[in-house]
């Protein structure tokens, strides 16, 4: 195990060290862990006083993933990214889409930061770009990443995080420099919908992307619930606010289906294309994920509405951009990384 980073002991007043509860500091549950104890997200430990990140080098799922996968459309579209996970999460959402690994016990093998950068290294047989910290959160996975992502940059890769945003901004900041695109899940626009069916709150994840937006290549994911998220002053809501940091930020709608403990119907297909119409109303790029419509996944440029980015699955063509990155057809520059 490696001791944790972002943590102090919590003043008790005890004069036995190794009976004192610490307080973790990573995300804004704050856990106060008592010794022999582990937080609420399972990846820290405090043993004999001192909290560990008892998840180190802990991997529960890894793939070479299609990039357009995380998801992110802006970013080296047609690129793969060696994918990995650890367990654990530090919410607890009903519609968990990966609650195997997030919210049961998976099988895990152990990892080095030194032998994950060596194998995202190989080009063969896909033209790899780097290492995404996905699947389950990355941030509970803190010290691991900050880790492996120095020594992915030393090695010209690209480090990628698909998070839930409920992460303090002490840490936030300091693993960002390493940080080369985020996607970053905005679960529902109410605080209410935090509470009730992910046991956090909306306030810290705006402020991650907020925080993140100016400091590496950022795209929203909201999975669209029915009777819970997805209604039009709720979706306006969100379109506002994102349209009010950048309307450039790439956001995507994705289709629900039932997971974990919903049982709630899968989202119908046009409330999904009545969120993007709204959207499109004051962002550039909206998509819709999960539903196999391919005038969700295109990008269309937002001048004059002809495709740029035509996506087969995740097979993309840059048929109407230039090498400077602008539409063909009328020279606006599309925000697009590549």
Avoid at 69 to 76: A, G, M, N, S, T
């Amino acid at each position: 195990m490696q001791q944790a980073m972002f943590w102090t002991p919590k003043e008790d007043n005890r004069q036995d060290k190794e009976h004192q509860a610490a307080l973790c500091q990573l995300c804004p549950r704050h856990c106060i862990i008592a010794p022999g104890k582990t937080g609420f997200c399972r990846g820290r430990q405090n043993t004999a006083g001192v909290l560990y990140a008892s998840n180190f080098g802990q991997l529960a799922a890894h793939a070479m993933d299609p990039i357009e996968k995380k998801p992110l459309y802006h970013y080296y579209p047609g690129k793969y990214i060696l994918s990995v996970g650890t367990a654990g999460c530090n919410l607890r959402c009903g519609f968990c889409q990966n609650w195997q690994i997030a919210h049961a016990d998976p099988q895990t093998i152990a990892v080095t930061p030194e032998h994950l950068v060596a194998v995202a290294t190989k080009q063969e047989p896909y033209p790899n770009i780097g290492i995404a910290y996905t699947y389950t959160e990355p941030f509970i996975w803190y010290e691991f990443i900050y880790h492996t992502a120095r020594l992915a940059r030393d090695q010209g890769l690209k480090n990628v995080l698909v998070t839930n945003g409920y992460v303090n901004q002490e840490p936030l900041r300091a693993i960002l420099p390493f940080i080369d695109a985020i996607n970053i899940d905005i679960k529902g626009f109410t605080d209410k919908f935090y509470r009730q069916h992910c046991a956090g709150s909306l306030e810290p994840v705006l402020r991650t992307v907020e925080t993140a937006h100016s400091r590496c290549h950022v795209e929203l994911t909201t999975l669209l619930i029915p009777g819970l998220n997805d209604s039009v002053p709720e979706i306006r809501k969100l379109v506002d606010w994102v349209a009010g940091l950048n309307p450039a930020i790439p956001l995507h709608f994705s289709r629900y289906a039932p997971s974990f403990e919903f049982k709630i119907e899968p989202t119908p297909p046009e409330t999904l294309q009545r969120a993007r119409e709204i959207a499109l109303e004051k962002l550039d790029y909206v998509y819709i994920g999960n539903l196999g419509d391919p005038q969700g996944v295109n990008t269309y440029c937002p001048q004059c509405g002809k495709i740029v980015v035509n996506r087969t699955w995740h097979n993309p063509k840059t048929v109407g951009l230039t090498p400077e990155n602008k539409c063909k057809h009328c020279g606006r520059e599309i925000a697009i990384i590549r």
